[in-house]
């Protein structure tokens, strides 16, 4: 409220008088145990309920019964010295919603704000206090509940149902203070009494409950008012203990009234049911996760959403660094690996201990790191709404450079991306200079250069062991079916212009002359007999590595790299190896001590012609200590101070953008989703459909046939 909010609130209130006191309506049925329990609350909560001129009425609604008159004639007195408190009788049972209307007649008579207060509802010490301070926030404030353990949409959603009250406070002080809500929930509820007076109290056609608070809050709703949560405030509720013993048919007269409430306010259901996907509420969520469970564990995720059930360098960079992370994180992380089956179970995830995490699931996490920048606008809806930190692994920005990559709408998600990162990570400082030439990248962003483990121990692959030397004259050159590798061009020249040389293509999909002619893809491979292909596709990690070790010279021709595992791979073979010129590959020849055995060139002119007289292997021994484990180090530092500075407010921030864009693209295209029964089994189909096509195109036949069905459809 600003300066001048609060000279007019200062104005009005002093033109209705004294400020009104507090009412605290108390009803009671039967349940003597739960007098005591209430009453010690109060007593604590005394000084606090005397400054606020309160005043407590506990209303017995069984007036024939022995033992709650014996226990509120203890009881009622301990509040004397303290406070107001006396007990009305009821002459006969009314019922909740009747006797809540006496109290609502005597708050409006006295100009007093009311309290209801569930006899199992436990306050603690400030609640109160903060409840009012908050109602007075806004002169639209109508309602306000405190946030609670078992209240619906006042419950704090920590992950343990039987969490102790200082966790309650360490997710509420991550909260703002309050957040509008779309009603309220009747266990501990503060209403203004000029509400009260303008819209009247409970409609007694609810009978004996179930909705009445919720007509009251529509009723005043659609003047303006509103309902509130005080986050700060905190009321304990032991849930459904108050009516335990009424002769209230809670499958009866919830269905009934709810029928009544949803044709006087058909806004009703819409409203509520949003809220439930309001970036503020599922904020609170995803910030629950960021406090340790029962164990004193944090939940973190490995998004590999995107990887495949293949080999390249992209997958091995996640593997190698979730590997890492499972010997040097520590026991305060519990870590989950966010893909599909097929690649858990290709990629040997289990043998690493740890647990899948379906990637359209729900579970929320401390944190998620992706590696890989994102292609699919899904991912970015998929990990907002699950991660109070995110992290991304930007490995290069090939995509955006080749136009037969890149789009404006790929641009977009990946600024994006960047605009709300919680940690943007690179594997080179070379990529760092990239993308800060080719995006804006926030100035509070917390950014990391994190290379990959540069020990060469650790990328010596399995076929070294036992395998033959190498041949004299064979060159392996490496790479893929994407133009920036330049695969295809360096193997068919090479092979022209070193006929007495064996030239091993490895890395492409399949053999150019079983390629569908594609105006996109690479030069075919020439029909040479010195020149062999080898599909890298399921091969064995063994497979691939005898490939490296039969190789007298290798070749990584790539125009374009983030990093270049083929490139330590080759050096691990004790294998000479040729390069481009890049900048990333100047920063790893620097870190391992300026090897002699990386060479580099600029043309592939100029690699023929060096490779027409090939350097040797020259022994050396590369600087230790930096390997795979530092690269762990590093992102796991980088997270855990990612997490000292998460905010409720940032976490809505970026799951807002993520939702109006969504919101926005599907004005254009198919209906939103529903939440009636046929819409969600048809999502249930459609995720499995999802994953039996996954499964089908691992298959190189279908996946050719399917992509060749696809053009000749494109074209007609």
Same mark, same amino acid.
């Given at each position: 409220?600003?300066?001048?909010?609060?000279?007019?609130?200062?104005?009005?209130?002093?033109?209705?008088?004294?400020?009104?006191?507090?009412?605290?309506?108390?009803?009671?049925?039967?349940?003597?145990?739960?007098?005591?329990?209430?009453?010690?609350?109060?007593?604590?909560?005394?000084?606090?309920?005397? #400054?606020?001129?309160?005043?407590?009425?506990?209303? %017995?609604?069984?007036?024939?019964?022995?033992?709650?008159?014996?226990? @509120?004639?203890?009881?009622?007195?301990?509040?004397?010295?303290?406070?107001?408190?006396?007990?009305?009788?009821?002459?006969?049972?009314?019922?909740?919603?009747?006797?809540?209307?006496?109290?609502?007649?005597?708050?409006?008579?006295?100009?007093?704000?009311?309290? @209801?207060?569930?006899?199992?509802?436990?306050?603690?010490?400030?609640?109160? !206090?903060?409840?009012?301070?908050?109602?007075?926030?806004?002169? /639209?404030?109508?309602?306000?509940?405190?946030?609670?353990?078992?209240?619906?949409?006042?419950?704090?959603?920590?992950?343990?149902?039987?969490?102790?009250?200082?966790?309650?406070?360490?997710?509420?002080?991550?909260?703002?203070?309050?957040?509008?809500?779309?009603?309220?929930?009747?266990?501990?509820?503060?209403?203004?009494?000029?509400?009260?007076?303008?819209?009247?109290?409970?409609?007694?056609?609810?009978?004996?409950?179930?909705?009445?608070?919720?007509?009251?809050? /529509?009723? #005043?709703?659609?003047?303006?008012?509103?309902?509130?949560?005080?986050?700060?405030?905190?009321?304990?509720?032991?849930?459904?203990?108050?009516?335990?013993?009424?002769?209230?048919?809670?499958?009866?007269?919830?269905?009934?009234?709810?029928?009544?409430?949803?044709?006087?306010?058909?806004?009703?259901?819409?409203?509520?049911?949003?809220?439930?996907? !309001?970036?503020?509420?599922?904020?609170?969520?995803?910030?629950?996760?960021?406090?340790?469970?029962?164990?004193?564990?944090?939940?973190?995720?490995?998004? *590999?959403?995107?990887?495949?059930?293949?080999?390249?360098?992209? *997958?091995?960079?996640?593997?190698? @660094?979730?590997?890492?992370?499972?010997?040097?994180?520590?026991?305060?992380?519990?870590?989950?690996?966010?893909?599909?089956?097929?690649?858990?179970?290709?990629?040997?995830?289990?043998?690493?201990?740890?647990?899948?995490?379906?990637?359209?699931?729900?579970?929320?996490?401390?944190?998620?790191?992706?590696?890989?920048?994102?292609?699919?606008?899904?991912?970015?809806?998929?990990?907002?709404?699950?991660?109070?930190?995110?992290?991304?692994?930007?490995?290069?920005?090939?995509?955006?450079?080749?136009?037969?990559?890149?789009?404006?709408?790929?641009?977009?998600?990946?600024?994006?991306?960047?605009?709300?990162?919680?940690?943007?990570?690179?594997?080179?400082?070379?990529?760092?200079?990239?993308?800060?030439?080719? *995006?804006?990248?926030?100035?509070?962003?917390?950014?990391?250069?994190?290379?990959?483990?540069?020990?060469?121990?650790?990328?010596?692959?399995?076929?070294?062991?036992?395998?033959?030397?190498?041949?004299?004259?064979?060159?392996?050159?490496?790479?893929?079916?994407?133009?920036?590798?330049?695969?295809?061009?360096?193997?068919?020249?090479?092979?022209?212009?070193?006929?007495?040389?064996?030239?091993?293509?490895?890395?492409? %999909?399949?053999?150019?002359?079983?390629?569908?002619?594609?105006?996109?893809?690479?030069?075919?491979?020439?029909?040479?007999?010195?020149?062999?292909?080898?599909?890298?596709?399921?091969?064995?990690?063994?497979?691939?590595?005898?490939?490296?070790?039969?190789?007298?010279?290798?070749?990584?021709?790539?125009?374009?790299?983030?990093?270049?595992?083929?490139?330590?791979?080759?050096?691990?073979?004790?294998?000479?190896? *040729?390069?481009?010129?890049?900048?990333?590959?100047?920063?790893?020849?620097?870190?391992?001590?300026?090897?002699?055995?990386?060479?580099?060139?600029?043309?592939?002119?100029?690699?023929?012609?060096?490779?027409?007289?090939?350097?040797?292997?020259?022994?050396?021994?590369?600087?230790?200590? %930096?390997?795979?484990?530092?690269?762990?180090?590093?992102?796991?530092?980088?997270?855990?101070?990612?997490?000292?500075?998460?905010?409720? #407010?940032?976490?809505?921030?970026?799951?807002?953008?993520?939702?109006?864009?969504?919101?926005?693209?599907?004005?254009?295209?198919?209906?939103?989703?529903?939440?009636?029964?046929?819409?969600?089994?048809?999502?249930?189909?459609?995720?499995?459909?999802?994953?039996?096509?996954?499964?089908?195109?691992?298959?190189?036949?279908?996946?050719?046939?399917?992509? @060749?069905?696809?053009?000749?459809?494109?074209?007609?």
């Amino acid at each position: 409220m600003d300066q001048a909010e609060r000279s007019t609130q200062r104005a009005v209130d002093e033109e209705r008088g004294p400020r009104p006191r507090l009412l605290i309506a108390v009803s009671f049925y039967k349940n003597a145990q739960l007098v005591r329990p209430l009453f010690d609350a109060l007593v604590t909560c005394a000084d606090e309920i005397a #400054a606020l001129r309160g005043e407590v009425v506990c209303y %017995n609604d069984s007036p024939g019964h022995a033992l709650l008159a014996a226990s @509120l004639a203890e009881h009622v007195p301990r509040a004397a010295p303290h406070f107001a408190c006396h007990v009305e009788v009821n002459p006969q049972n009314l019922g909740f919603v009747r006797t809540m209307n006496l109290a609502v007649a005597d708050a409006v008579a006295r100009r007093a704000d009311l309290l @209801l207060l569930n006899s199992d509802a436990v306050p603690t010490p400030g609640a109160l !206090t903060e409840m009012l301070a908050v109602a007075g926030l806004d002169h /639209m404030i109508g309602f306000v509940n405190p946030r609670s353990n078992n209240a619906t949409l006042a419950t704090l959603p920590l992950r343990a149902p039987s969490a102790t009250l200082p966790e309650w406070r360490a997710l509420a002080a991550l909260l703002p203070r309050y957040s509008f809500v779309p009603t309220a929930v009747g266990f501990c509820l503060l209403v203004r009494w000029n509400i009260l007076a303008e819209f009247g109290g409970f409609d007694e056609v609810y009978g004996q409950g179930y909705n009445e608070e919720n007509d009251l809050v /529509m009723r #005043a709703a659609r003047c303006g008012y509103r309902a509130v949560l005080a986050n700060h405030a905190f009321v304990w509720h032991e849930g459904e203990s108050s009516f335990a013993t009424a002769e209230i048919n809670r499958d009866r007269w919830e269905p009934a009234n709810r029928a009544i409430l949803d044709a006087r306010y058909p806004e009703y259901s819409a409203v509520t049911h949003a809220h439930y996907h !309001t970036p503020e509420t599922l904020a609170e969520h995803v910030l629950a996760a960021t406090l340790p469970d029962a164990d004193g564990k944090l939940d973190v995720a490995f998004d *590999f959403s995107s990887f495949r059930a293949a080999h390249n360098g992209t *997958f091995e960079a996640g593997r190698q @660094l979730l590997q890492s992370a499972a010997e040097v994180w520590g026991d305060a992380v519990r870590l989950h690996v966010l893909c599909v089956p097929e690649v858990y179970d290709f990629h040997g995830y289990a043998a690493l201990g740890m647990p899948r995490a379906d990637p359209h699931g729900t579970t929320c996490f401390a944190a998620v790191f992706r590696v890989g920048q994102p292609y699919d606008w899904n991912v970015l809806e998929r990990l907002v709404a699950r991660a109070a930190v995110l992290g991304i692994y930007m490995l290069d920005t090939i995509s955006i450079d080749c136009p037969q990559l890149a789009s404006p709408l790929l641009y977009n998600i990946w600024q994006l991306t960047l605009d709300h990162a919680d940690l943007i990570a690179v594997q080179s400082a070379q990529t760092f200079g990239q993308l800060r030439r080719r *995006f804006h990248i926030p100035p509070d962003a917390l950014t990391r250069v994190c290379p990959h483990g540069l020990d060469l121990d650790e990328y010596c692959l399995p076929g070294a062991t036992g395998a033959p030397p190498p041949a004299a004259g064979r060159i392996l050159v490496l790479g893929n079916h994407f133009h920036h590798k330049y695969l295809h061009p360096t193997a068919n020249a090479l092979a022209a212009s070193l006929p007495d040389r064996a030239i091993v293509a490895m890395g492409p %999909n399949r053999d150019g002359a079983d390629r569908v002619a594609d105006p996109g893809a690479p030069v075919p491979f020439i029909d040479a007999p010195n020149l062999h292909i080898v599909e890298v596709g399921s091969r064995t990690d063994a497979e691939i590595g005898a490939e490296y070790h039969a190789a007298e010279t290798i070749v990584f021709p790539s125009h374009a790299e983030g990093f270049g595992f083929p490139l330590l791979h080759a050096l691990a073979a004790c294998r000479p190896v *040729f390069v481009r010129r890049l900048p990333v590959f100047a920063e790893i020849r620097v870190a391992l001590g300026n090897t002699p055995n990386i060479h580099f060139y600029d043309t592939t002119d100029e690699l023929i012609a060096r490779l027409r007289d090939p350097p040797c292997w020259v022994p050396c021994a590369p600087p230790t200590g %930096n390997g795979a484990a530092r690269a762990a180090r590093d992102i796991h530092d980088a997270l855990r101070l990612a997490l000292t500075r998460v905010s409720h #407010a940032r976490i809505v921030r970026r799951i807002r953008a993520v939702q109006m864009v969504s919101a926005l693209a599907a004005q254009h295209g198919p209906p939103p989703p529903s939440d009636t029964k046929a819409a969600a089994a048809a999502r249930y189909v459609a995720l499995r459909v999802e994953r039996v096509m996954l499964r089908a195109l691992q298959s190189r036949a279908l996946y050719t046939a399917a992509r @060749l069905a696809w053009r000749i459809a494109r074209r007609r």
